[in-house]
Structure formats: structure tokens, C-alpha cells
């Protein structure tokens, strides 16, 4: 029971934060807003997805977005992938790495992406193939880890099948999301030690939602266990866990503060990224939904 | 490293919560909280102290509030005392319980209680004895455990110090406020592990303000050590985080969500709790300062 010295923080704020967002931000504020989160120090930043824009009006045009950031050595912008055709959008956009994703649960498979699980698998397995032969990295996230809107409680072992098999497939890493945010650390642990038997745990990464507020702690768990990849948003983006219906990823800045605290280096500056939460709140016509945010911003006076 | 399997649950909201709130509310609502709090299988409500109302006008009458509280066995209401003055009132009051409190800094106990450590310890001293000749429990709080607002950091050293003291007057738990919430897991465990070395842990209590979003992770670091009893208030009372200024206990509706996850044991009902959140919030006009509270109002639709 070690934590680990140096924890890779994905941020997924501009693209599975805004995408959860009632009020859509133009393409610029999108693009600043990944720009200035890399200037924060994080490495790896999720830029937008290649969704139709019908579903997700949010994340129209990110060939925009991406077309606005200089390359930056050291810094990745991947954008999430649902299909063939994305993977098309993606490579024409010059993406360098995409994000396909896969459900637990066969119900939320069918109601998010209408293909049971077994189907969204075979239907990725020639995109990630096609995106590494075209010297792309592919990042696999599996969704509803430990529940499911529909079906409650889901088993450690429907996880395990699915992230073994993007594993399989060649994804470099596997982010394991609990999407609707109802785990605690007894089951972040049991979960992560599961999928560790099937997929080395230095290929794992965790994503958490904090509607129960309980992603502090998961993370805490879970890093005792190795992980030392953790994805969050700026700001607590994807929701304000004070408005009705909403319920937003675990913040960035919280993430940082408890991994300062344990004296685990990121790498990432949490000033410059409390700056851009306040920042991203204004241009949501909202405050950020973080504690840390807040407090820092006190604390400053 | 193995988890308590029941935890018990001080409830400080109707007293540390509600003496932090801008808004004051009246002795019935106040009496009412408690009541509810108790009729949700909390055990321990602290239900007000015996301050200066010059001081801390919140806390106005808690003769009253006591008053209005039925007996009931195997409940507890304790009450803050600061002095011999407090103690007389305690007494007449009827209280059967009451609560000391002593900082682990110098400058926040000359700013707070206008003495040095030395001299709140020895103040504190005759107050206990009395107490306790009286046949009262007295339980024993230590504030900055963590960090002080004016010294920042605070030596696990100034807290041992303070908590051996308090227990060696004969209070029966001591619990450690990180008044500031500045505290992160690692700093928590290596606290509680020496201060274990001079009061037992299983006469310890944590007592965390979520002001960093910190509070579960901590909570859930100690009870690996084997700390059973948690201070928390319903809705988070005693400051909401999304506005400026404030900051408050962690809730007690986001622990027992913690508690239960983990298959610990409270007693306490956790949808009970969650009304009673709501209902004190909306006395304070705005709403509970908890993700468990909107997230299970919003699940109930």
C-alpha cells in the first residue's frame, strides 16, 4: 500500500465536461479554454469529440478547435471517437490520438449508443485498428463501472470483459468511469483490483463523477492500489451538482489539492487552473462547481 | 488496515453548523432539528452552547432549545461550555453532557477564545471536574488540528499535546477539528497515528470541514486506522461552499452515503437525514451545502 510519486492527470473538462453543459460555448472559448489548460501544465487534454453535432450540439466543429492549438511538445489533445465516420473527421482534423468508448451495462449501451455492448466492441475493433495503423494512440473508456441508471449495481466482472477487450484491441489505456457517480471506495478498490487482474494496472485510469461527492475519496482508494492516472475536469465541469439534473466530473482542482497534499507531483500549476475555472464559469454564466475553486478564491481575497 | 464495522455519528449541525450561519434561526426551529436529527437514529446532537449570545447570537437561549427536547434513551444532546459561567448554565439548563474546546495554536486560541493554550487548558480544567463531580460526560474538542489560519501549518506535536491534556482531565473522546479544512489524507492519518500514541483511538473522534473538498477522503484514511466515531453536520450547516466567505462541516448526509457504501454500520437513516436537510435549508432560505442531498432529491424526482 504505496501511493504512487507522480500521478498523470487527464483533463476531460472541454470535452466530457462542456458536452454536459446546458449553455454551449463558441468554438473559440472552447479552444482558449483547452490552450490555457495546457499552459496550466496538463499534458493531456481532451479536446472534443467527433459525435454528430445533432446529439451533441456542444461538441460541433471541433475540427475548429483543434485547427486553433499549436502543436506543443509534451501535449496531447485527444477527441473522442463513436464510429468509422468520426475516426474519418478525427484524421482529417489531424488528431494524433482519439478516445472510443464502451458501456458495462448492456441497458445504458442500448439507450446511449443503440448496439448492445458486444456490438459497440465490434464496431470499434476496426477503428482502433485503422487509427494505429495510421499512427494514432487510442485511449478506451468503459462507462457505468459501478452503476447503471437503468440497471442499479453492475458486476465487477461485466467491467472486466469489456476493458479487457479494448485492451485487446490495442488501446494504450483503460479509463474506467463511474458515470453516474454512486461508488465508494470499499467498491472503486474491489473494481480496480478486478480489472487489474486482466489489464496491467499501469495501463488503468479512473474517472470519476462527484454527484455523490464521494470521487475524492474513490481516487484516494484507488491510488493506494497503483493507479496513477486519474481524469478530471476543470472546474467540475459536465454539471453543477447545486442545480437540478446536474452532476458534474470530479474538478481538476479538487483532484490537485488532494494530490499536492499527499505529496504526489503532477507537474500541473493549481493557480493557473483554479484562474481558468473561474474563467470557463463566467462563460457558462455560472460559478465553478468545485470547493477548491472557491476556497482558493477566498483564501486570495 | 481493516475498516471499523460501525461507526458512530456526532451530530454537530444545530451547534458548530448553525453558529456559523449568517442567518439566526429561532429556538423552535432549532429545537425542531435537533429533534429531527434524533428521530433519524442520530445518537449524539450536539444541540447548543453556552456562550455570550453577545458573542455568538446564534446560540441565544439554548436553555430553551434543551427545554423543548423530550428524554430519550440512548440520546445524547451535548452542549458547548467555555467557562465555569457556561457550566452553571449547563447545569440549571439540565444538560447531561457537555463539550470543552482548546486550539492547537497559540494565535488562533489568543484570536478565538482571547487566551493562550496553557491558559484555556487551565480554565478548563476546574470546569471538567465539576462536570464530571455533576455526573455530565465531557467530551473534548481540539480546533487547527490541521492547519490555523493566522500560523498555517500545524505540528502533530502542538495537537498530541493538547489532546493528552484534555484527556488526562478526564473527557471521555477528544475530537480533532480541522477547523480550516486544509487537512489531505496523508497529513490526517500521520495526526491521528500520533496522537494515538497518547489517547487511545478509540477515544478520538475527527471532526473535518469540507472547505477543500477533502472531508471524505480523510474520513475514509482514519477509519483504516481504526477511528469509529466522525463529526458531521446535516446539509453541510455552517456555511454553504458556493458562497464567498463560508465554509462548512462536512455533511452528514455525504458521510453516512460514505459510511454505508463501505458496509459500515450507523444506525442512522440516510433518506431521513436528507429531508431534514432540505428542510433546515430552506429555514436558512438557500439550499443544503451537500452532493448527497441534491443527488437523492433528484433521484426521488
Known amino acids: 500500500m504505496s501511493l504512487p510519486a507522480r500521478v498523470r492527470i487527464v483533463e476531460v473538462g472541454p470535452r466530457d465536461g462542456l458536452q454536459n453543459e446546458p449553455r454551449t460555448v463558441?468554438?473559440?472559448?472552447?479552444?482558449?479554454?483547452?490552450?490555457?489548460?495546457?499552459?496550466a501544465g496538463l499534458a493531456a487534454v481532451e479536446a472534443g469529440s467527433f459525435v454528430s453535432p445533432r446529439w451533441v450540439p456542444q461538441m460541433a466543429d471541433t475540427e475548429a478547435v483543434l485547427a486553433a492549438l499549436p502543436p506543443r511538445p509534451?501535449?496531447?489533445?485527444?477527441?473522442?471517437?463513436?464510429?468509422?465516420?468520426?475516426?474519418?473527421?478525427?484524421?482529417?482534423?489531424?488528431?494524433?490520438?482519439?478516445?472510443v468508448f464502451a458501456a458495462a451495462s448492456e441497458t445504458f449501451s442500448r439507450r446511449n449508443i443503440n448496439c448492445t455492448v458486444d456490438e459497440s466492441l465490434a464496431r470499434f475493433a476496426?477503428?482502433?485498428?485503422?487509427?494505429?495503423?495510421?499512427?494514432?494512440?487510442?485511449?478506451?473508456?468503459v462507462s457505468c463501472v459501478l452503476g447503471c441508471p437503468?440497471?442499479?449495481?453492475?458486476?465487477?466482472?461485466?467491467?472486466?470483459?469489456?476493458a479487457a477487450a479494448l485492451h485487446a484491441m490495442g488501446c494504450y489505456e483503460i479509463s474506467l468511469g463511474d458515470t453516474i457517480g454512486v461508488g465508494t471506495p470499499g467498491r472503486a478498490r474491489a473494481l480496480v483490483k478486478a480489472v487489474a487482474r486482466e489489464v496491467p494496472v499501469g495501463q488503468l485510469a479512473v474517472h470519476f463523477h462527484d454527484t455523490y461527492?464521494?470521487?475524492?475519496?474513490n481516487i484516494y482508494a484507488v491510488l493506494e492500489l497503483g493507479v496513477s492516472v486519474v481524469d478530471s475536469a476543470?472546474?467540475?465541469?459536465?454539471?453543477?451538482?447545486?442545480?437540478?439534473?446536474?452532476?458534474?466530473?470530479?474538478?481538476?482542482?479538487?483532484v490537485l489539492y488532494l494530490l499536492h497534499g499527499l505529496g504526489i507531483e503532477t507537474g500541473v500549476d493549481l493557480d493557473a487552473v483554479v484562474d481558468t475555472a473561474w474563467w470557463i464559469a463566467a462563460a457558462l454564466e455560472r460559478a465553478p462547481a468545485s470547493r477548491v475553486a472557491h476556497a482558493l478564491r477566498r483564501r486570495r481575497g
Open 26 to 39: 463558441p468554438v473559440q472559448i472552447r479552444a482558449e479554454l483547452v490552450r490555457r489548460l495546457a499552459d
Open 74 to 99: 509534451g501535449v496531447r489533445y485527444p477527441v473522442l471517437v463513436p464510429n468509422e465516420k468520426g475516426l474519418e473527421r478525427a484524421l482529417a482534423a489531424g488528431a494524433r490520438e482519439i478516445a
Open 150 to 162: 437503468y440497471e442499479g449495481a453492475v458486476a465487477p466482472e461485466a467491467v472486466v470483459r469489456v
Open 126 to 141: 476496426p477503428v482502433v485498428a485503422r487509427a494505429r495503423a495510421a499512427g494514432l494512440a487510442v485511449r478506451g473508456y
Open 213 to 217: 461527492g464521494q470521487a475524492l475519496a
Open 234 to 254: 476543470v472546474g467540475g465541469l459536465g454539471g453543477c451538482p447545486y442545480a437540478p439534473g446536474a452532476a458534474g466530473n470530479v474538478a481538476t482542482e479538487d
